[in-house]
């Protein structure tokens, strides 16, 4: 038979591709990434062209009942009109037990949703058989993954009979291809009855909560979470809590919560029955994954594996729990929380690279992907064509995909030395793995660079003891972003605490077996153990750019994160975006990448949410804290306001600077030692950007220093 499995990216549809493929039929695997949208139409004529069954496993879940309704209504009408026109042998709608019930769904605009679709289809005249299948083991696992913070979780009460969904899709093939039962007598003889209702349930009740904590006692974690405490709340109503999910009468499928949790432990890495599908562990250190494990689509693809691809995980995560998603990073390690390489790391005993893992393998972590994402590391993407909506990988393996993040984020600008062994454009796990092997204390490196990465790296070795001569373009340090009072004050620490500052610009070197030898432009040459160069970063445009994407100094997107490319969204680093109070422009801190990625992510999977993010960095440099708002620049006006010393003279250990436009507006506060004023500064730079300041010596005092 020719069968259409529409959804076929999702936990049931793949299942399906699989089961029916391996039964020797030709089976369709559409889905919006292989060009089919049965919400809008889009692809349904040609897919079902000479199809004798289609399978709707399609999904999407949400609170509100007039998205699902909407939702169901729609891509059912459109595959009924589609299947008659095509003359479709059967359709297979697969629903939930429960969900056409009046006082079961009352209170969940989810299953409303599925009892319009059921209406639907039976109303539609076509054969149809309705699967009411309960709620999967699967299920679980992805509820705990989206509602568990920190150590306590919460269930939804409801008593349910779970089922595995390797038995649903078995049940759903089996229906598929099941030959016609003609009725022999009656109006309608002669003919198929038009509906057939069919119900699989597992073999044991519990409520969720209860299978929740089995699942998290005995395999350590689900979805990635290992909560202590697992708590239930009547979230939809008394049928839902009482049972009202339990179909009679149903297949009673022989599978148990214990085997289905065994078949978890047992299945091989890579295996579609495996709770997720990462880089092995997803260390640090871990290699990329074989393109032979990777599927030939996703619902959403994201290029570029760092800390705008796993913030946009949790968006698309927030509007869509069970689409699939593919990752696709170059690097060999796994995303970090990158300031942590530059501060954390050094500074605290406790620290770890595994701690800091925004994305992780390891059993009851945090940050494990669920089931519905692999991240393929060490995995180049080589061409990107938007009008196939497909990549192309190093080797020649093409992937689709429905929706596209471009998150390649940047790379180091090297200047005049070349990268080695002992010179480190600092920016990567492998660079802090290089550093901390050579930056043994008694160690000399040179940092060249005293912009932001310059300064911190220098700060935190000679807190490990490393000699540190720090090469600068001018002093005092960080005078493009501090008034120069803090500046020399700060430069004043950094020689205090032993720091040897050069002023000079890199112009060459060496590097040998045992040690570098950095040359500036005057002639003045350095040796030292190592040399670690900040002179800023590029974007990585490359891609974008010859898939004919709109390049400016970064991807330029919109202020959805929308690229001129259709389903194509651009975040991090690498993006450009209109800024509604400080105009278009381009970050590259650690915040934007993580406010701009979940953004994305949530945008890519329905939600239409602009980007207003004013954005922030944050460092530490000895004992002093500072945090960034906006536009610290000291090419506009500032006006400071310090603490008193016992002198009655500014004490530049606390204070707060404001940087104002000509005009009078705001666009940049910084919080030196001061904290828990960030949601301050933002709200001050939006409201002087409507009503500018006509005094600026007034905004002394706005914002308290303690």
Known sequence: MRIVVLGASGTLGTLLVDMLRADGHEVLAASRSTGVDAFTGRGLQEAFAGADAVIDSLNQVSLSAAKSIGFFTTTAGNICAEARRAGVGRLVCVSIAGAADGEVNKAYGYYQGKAAQEHAYRSSGLPVTVIHSTQWFELVPMILQMTTLGPVALMPTMRMAPVAAQSVARLVAQEAVRPAEVQAEGPDAG???????????????????????RMVEVLGSAGGKAPRRILEAPLFGRAMAGGGLIPEPAIVD????DEWMERQRSAPYGSGDSEAAVTPALDPSAEGVHTDEVLDAYDYVIVGAGMAAAKAIEGIRAEDPIGSIGVFGTDTAAPVYRPDLSKTLWVDPEASLEGSLMISGAAGS???????????????????????RSITLAGGRSVRYGKLLLATGAEPRTAGLEPGDRVIYYRTVADYRRLRALAVPGAHVVVVGGGYIGSEVAAVLTQNRVRVTLVATGEPLLAQMFPESLARTLTRRFRDRGVEIVVGRLAGGSEGAEGVT????DGTEIAADAAVVGVGVQPRTELARAAGLAVDGGVLVDDRLRTGAHSIYAAGDVARYPDRLLGIRRVEHASAAETMGKVAGRNMAGADKPYRTTPFFWSDLFDYGYEAVGEVDTRHTTVEDWAAGADGDPDHSTGVVYY???LGSVRGVLLWNVWDSVKQARELIARTADEPVADPGSLRGTIPLG
């Not at 945090?366 to 196939?388: C, I, N, R």
């Not at 950095?518 to 432009?521: D, I, K, M, S």
């Open 191 to 213: 003919r198929e009855p038009p509906v057939r209702t069919v119900a699989i349930r597992g073999p044991e009740t519990a409520t969720g909560a209860e299978v929740a904590r």
């Open 254 to 257: 022989g599978v148990t919560l």
């Open 366 to 388: 945090d940050s494990a992907p669920d089931a519905g994402t692999q991240v393929h590391l060490g995995t180049t993407v080589a061409s990107l064509a938007p009008d196939e």
């Open 518 to 521: 950095v040359r500036l432009e």
């Open 660 to 662: 104002l436009n000509a």
